[in-house]
């Protein structure tokens, strides 16, 4: 990438993204508005959005951009604000008042029983969601060419920044969409590398002079921040702009201790909601305080670590949760926390932490079931958490290959809620066992059982999407390829895009012989997933079977740049270069797989026929010799001692 150190006179037109790196002031916003008048010549609409997490939230620009796009959208396509209604409301909450979308228990079960957090994934799903809307959006409004200007681009939050890398990359041509990142000296070599280089169409470094601006004096921020803090106790719903505010004030104030109650709030809503990226600009200051708080207040302590846990672990850092929990295990005098910290630390080394470890995890779960009968706590805490450790402790039974054990500890689990707790208690971590159960059995069989605790627990959560995913598959399994594909085509109404249900339905079209159906869902997926390999494999065979062999070839190309060395790849591209008229690259292919799958007869049935369009009899000969030796019982036998014997080969 190289960078002009002066402002273009014409700057570049092709959809892309430039990054201009600039001192922040006067100067620098008048390249931006230079910028925002010249793209207004394009005919096409352009928005200029300011980014900054600290000033705006976590949502800052993406949300000033969405809330313009549904004023106009409102007016001509509402039915577009209705499809699209979860991620509207999760990036501009106060739409929820106008829109309605279905949700699971993990929406809405109270505090205390908020057993599950989403995956990170579920965030990136609504930037997805978005990113539809915004294409549905210009086709139907024939909208010109798209411009945005984001300023303060480097201090925008994650999943903004994610947001705009995916619309790029997903739909910047379409949109002919042009990005300016607007950032500060020295960023902008940190920006572009979170971006596709072939999507950054011009990178400028201006040398611009650094205004002279007096900051403002702790003193001055206090008095801000608790001006700030009475506006917030008058007003019933803030929003995250506001407390974003707040909590820079109280950073930046003679007491910015006082900002970590907020910081707590605000990291518990965005956990819940799956928007750990939200989070994590917080996480040190909390880490920091911990000592402090563990001395002043045990229960912002004890709130303080499990925002820490919940928001580090679904962003891969598990190293730094389970440096935080074995200190605070260590200090543990109550029983019940000692039940709860060893059962995140029994997750750690169980699920997430990269060498796992069963044995110690057990270790920990055995440790926490020993001292919750003493714990002073109400019975039905206690009840609830013994399930929960016993939960944990058939995850690690699974996993050491116990199965029955596993399952004997998830039925127990249910029977003991069912027993000493009200039927509407814990509704969601009753869902969460019983899918447990429906996991094992969807593994091992059989699949009727798998089906009906699924089903089970798809009545206590009938709106989340996932649990309609995996009996879609275990139905694929049971080859009930109708009702696979009507679970498969109801997550995908529950929940913003994910390429998992789109790659499982086009599998389900492809058994079913509907391959063209089946070629659009894999390229649905791959749209929003382009690693996604099931699909680059499932649209070749599906273009193969359409008989294009050329599309086919492509993605094999593909699949095999992914993950290099696969027999039975290079098997399959090899009939698309044969199919193409090109025997000798596929017997090339061949000759790989069997030099990577020796014992695979199909193999060298295939090089045969690449070898006799070759003329190579004797070659030939001895593959179709190799296949029978390999596969001795194939029911295509007779058929190949006939050509043995018309080669004039020994059988």
């Known amino acids: ?80 604000l209705a499809r699209h209604s979860h991620e509207l409301c999760l990036v501009v909450p106060r739409l929820e008042s106008e829109l309605t979308f279905p949700r699971s228990l993990t929406d809405t079960s109270e505090e205390d029983e908020k057993t599950r957090n989403y995956a990170a994934d579920r965030a990136y799903r609504a930037l997805h969601g978005l990113i539809d809307l915004m294409s549905e959006w210009h086709a139907l409004s024939g909208g010109g060419p798209w411009s945005v200007a984001c300023d303060g681009y480097d201090d925008a939050n994650g999943l903004v920044r994610r947001f705009f890398t995916e619309l790029i990359r997903r739909r910047g041509a379409r949109l002919g969409l042009q990005l300016l990142a607007v950032c500060g000296p020295r960023r902008g070599e940190d920006l572009a590398a979170e971006l596709d280089p072939g999507t950054i169409v011009g990178a400028v470094r201006l040398a611009l002079p650094a205004e002279e601006r007096e900051a403002p004096t702790p003193a001055a921020m206090t008095v801000l921040a608790s001006e700030l803090e009475r506006q917030m106790a008058a007003d019933p719903d803030p929003g995250a702009a506001a ?3 707040l909590i820079d004030a109280w950073r930046r104030s003679d007491a910015p201790q006082r900002a970590l109650p907020w910081q707590l709030d605000a990291m518990e809503r965005f956990n819940h909601a799956g ?29 303080a670590v499990n925002v820490l846990y919940f928001c580090w672990v679904p962003l891969d850092k598990s190293g730094e949760a389970r440096a935080v929990l074995e200190q605070v295990l260590a200090r543990a005098d109550e029983a019940a926390d000692v039940a709860r910290y060893c059962y995140l630390l029994s997750m750690l080394h169980a699920r997430f932490l990269e060498a796992a470890d069963q044995a110690l995890a057990e270790k920990y779960l055995q440790r926490g079931l020993e001292v919750l009968p003493g714990a002073r706590i109400p019975d039905d805490e206690r009840h609830f958490l013994t399930v929960f450790t016993m939960n944990g402790l058939a995850f690690v039974r699974l996993r050491q290959g116990r199965v029955e054990e596993a399952l004997e500890l998830c039925r127990q689990g249910v029977a003991r809620l069912d027993r000493h707790l009200h039927p509407e208690r814990h509704r969601l971590h009753r869902s969460v066992l019983l899918f447990n159960i429906a996991q094992v059995h969807a593994h091992i069989g059989p699949f009727e059982v798998a089906v009906d605790y699924l089903s089970q627990a798809m009545e206590m959560d009938p709106n989340y999407s996932e649990y309609y995913n995996d009996r879609g598959a275990v139905y694929f399994k049971m080859h009930r390829l109708a009702e696979a594909e009507r679970d498969y085509l109801h997550a995908i109404e529950l929940s913003p895009p994910y390429a998992e249900v789109w790659t499982n339905l086009g599998q389900c079209w492809r058994e079913m012989d509907r391959m063209q159906d089946a070629a659009n869902a894999y390229t649905r997926a791959l749209d929003l997933d382009p690693g996604c390999t099931l699909a680059v494999l499932g649209r070749a065979d599906a273009q193969l079977a359409l008989d294009r062999p050329e599309l086919a070839r492509a993605d094999y190309d593909r699949a095999l740049e992914m993950e290099p060395d696969q027999p039975l790849v290079l098997a399959s591209r090899a009939i698309a270069h044969y199919e193409e008229g ?35 009899e004797d070659e030939a000969a001895r593959d179709l010799a190799a296949y029978l030796r390999l596969a001795p019982d194939a029911d295509d036998r007779a058929e190949v001692e006939n050509s043995l014997a018309l080669l004039g080969a020994p059988r």
């Open 243 to 245: 407390t974003a505010r």
């Open 1 to 80: 990438m190289q960078w002009q150190r002066s402002e273009p006179q014409c700057w570049p037109q092709a959809a892309g993204v430039i990054v201009l790196e600039a001192e922040p002031g006067a100067a620098r916003d008048d390249v931006v508005t230079r910028w925002l008048d010249e793209r207004r010549n394009t005919g096409g609409p352009t928005w200029h959005v300011h980014c900054r997490q600290q000033e705006g939230g976590p949502w800052a620009g993406l949300d000033t951009l969405v809330e313009e796009l549904v004023a106009a959208i409102r007016e001509r396509a509402p039915e577009l």
């Open 275 to 303: 928007l750990y990226e939200a989070s994590l600009p917080y996480a040190e200051d909390l880490r920091a305080q911990l000592d402090r708080l563990a001395e002043e207040d045990v229960v912002q302590y004890h709130r």
């Open 582 to 616: 090109r025997p000798l690259d596929a017997l090339a292919d061949l000759d790989a797989a069997v030099g990577l799958a020796p014992d695979v007869a199909e193999l060298y049935q295939n090089r045969a026929v690449a070898l006799l369009d070759l003329g190579r």
